[in-house]
């Protein structure tokens, strides 16, 4: 194959080289090349060109047979890529000497079918088609993710329903608060995840703009027709004004901060995780596949997966800021600064959706031990509160009611005791409103029970959580047309690295 990124014939020239009597150097080229980061969008190139071919025959720009040639030589050469090799089994990948992917696509179609390949270009600027071929990327990779979210979003919601009633201290400053379930706070994470979903979906309704027929930045003199050429490429519409259509990246902007957020509700729970599976507090026991050992201590069984995905916020918050900072005072339309935002985006992606996935696996497989979140319930004087709600449904004002509350807490800690454990007079002494049947209510499952507000922790208030969760998953997958392509991006980059 030969070498795309110098002039050696006019096939293989950079598509710009007419202005030019000789090729750039060969260190410009390195520098200048953008193969390696949007080489992964060689399918969508070849789709979006499959589909301008189709456009610009409608129009009557190129003939029947020219269409013909040119979609056939495309879907050859996916074929080829794909598979590593082309028809005479001779290896074949991208060309990474190549300008950028879209160079490549063309002189290999080119080379194949020689002078209609020459015309796929015709009424598009490699400024519109790379907007193109990022919006569709991003398309199929946000659905790619969300059906990755959903699945820990069921997970989470399997092993909630296991859970309803397994107690667990809450904390608020990581001291112990109130008493709540297992259930409650798995379902406290999911919900942290369907609002992410919820988010990747928003964008995805701005995303889903076809820019091509902008051309370089004043659309075309030609009779293209945009929206035919959108509908072929299952766009809901095209982009409004062609000087924005080109310079525009919030695609990427708006979905590095959704990317951001996934990645840190996943630290979050990391965190929890990293903590629980301490001998301190022994709430989960994690799975020997996704721990790691010691090389000096022989007993360690460490939580490194989630210490790794608390690690990495940190990396797709710095992708999601270098987004921004290269967008930030660029004029319109398109600057070649904006090359630079592939290499953030993917590998903000790559962070979000393998520690997703990570994560998924390491909360499906783990071990939660019920007893120990139990016995520290009983501790810590989690049912403070419910002395005070105990004496507001008598009657008593609720900051009245908090302060004996707080001198019962004090009379336990100088008797080294639990509230429960407390001798009755000392509830008299502080107020006459308190009978025996206080000690019906302070014990920490039923502090749980009596809590039935929406949202709150008692079972069948969580039982109605998954339920809605479950919902939520459910309409989410009716959205989504599973497609055998679901991976091709994985199964591209395993050939090309």
Not at 171 to 179: E, K, L, V
Not at 327 to 349: C, H, I, N, V
């Amino acid at each position: 194959m030969q070498n795309h990124g110098t002039i050696t014939s006019d096939n293989h020239a950079a598509l710009w080289h007419g202005r030019f009597k000789e090729g750039p150097d060969a260190a410009a080229v390195a520098f200048e090349t953008s193969i390696y980061d949007d080489m992964r969008m060689a399918m969508v190139d070849i789709e979006g060109s499959i589909a301008h071919a189709k456009m610009l025959s409608k129009v009557g720009l190129i003939s029947a047979i020219e269409e013909n040639e040119i979609v056939e030589g495309l879907l050859s050469i996916k074929k080829d890529l794909l598979q590593g090799k082309d028809s005479s089994g001779n290896a074949f990948k991208v060309d990474v000497s190549a300008e950028d992917i879209h160079s490549f696509i063309e002189a290999t179609l080119t080379d194949r079918i020689g002078e209609p390949g020459k015309k796929v270009h015709t009424g598009r600027s490699r400024n519109d088609q790379i907007a193109l071929d990022e919006r569709m990327y991003l398309k199929h990779q946000i659905k790619l993710l969300k059906k990755e979210l959903l699945l820990l979003v069921s997970i989470l919601s399997e092993i909630a329903s296991e859970h309803k009633k397994s107690l667990i201290p809450g904390f608020t400053h990581m001291q112990h608060a109130q008493p709540v379930t297992l259930a409650h706070h798995l379902c406290a994470w999911a919900w942290m995840f369907c609002r992410d979903i919820d988010r990747l979906s928003d964008a995805y309704k701005r995303i889903n703009l076809s820019p091509i027929g902008s051309c370089a930045l004043a659309g075309s003199g030609l009779p293209l027709d945009r929206e035919y050429e959108a509908s072929l490429l299952d766009f809901a519409a095209v982009t409004q004004n062609s000087l924005d259509s080109v310079s525009d990246r919030d695609y990427y902007l708006e979905t590095s901060s959704a990317l951001s957020l996934v990645q840190m509700h996943l630290s979050r729970a990391c965190e929890e995780i990293v903590l629980w599976s301490t001998t301190e507090f022994s709430f989960i026991e994690l799975s020997e596949k996704w721990s790691t050992g010691s090389s000096i201590m022989p007993q360690k069984k460490n939580p490194d997966f989630a210490e790794i995905i608390r690690g990495k916020t940190g990396r797709v918050y710095g992708d999601m800021v270098a987004l921004f900072t290269m967008m930030k005072g660029l004029p319109l339309s398109y600057d070649r600064d904006m090359q630079e935002d592939k290499s953030s985006f993917f590998d903000a992606y790559d962070t979000v959706i393998s520690s997703v996935r990570i994560f998924t696996q390491m909360v499906k497989t783990a071990k939660w031990n019920t007893e120990r979140m139990n016995e520290l319930c009983y501790g810590g004087f989690l049912n403070a509160t419910d002395i005070a709600d105990y004496l507001v449904r008598k009657g008593m004002p609720f900051r009245t009611a908090h302060g004996v509350s707080a001198r019962l807490v004090r009379a336990a800690i100088e008797n080294n005791c639990k509230l429960e454990d407390l001798a009755f007079d000392f509830y008299k002494n502080e107020s006459p409103l308190f009978e025996k049947d206080i000690f019906d209510v302070i014990p920490p499952e039923k502090c749980v029970e009596i809590r039935k507000t929406t949202g709150g922790p008692a079972p069948e208030m969580v039982e109605k959580q998954i339920e809605s969760l479950n919902a939520f998953v459910k309409a989410c997958k009716d959205d989504y047309v599973a497609s055998d392509d679901d991976d091709w991006d994985l199964i591209f980059e395993n050939y090309y690295n």
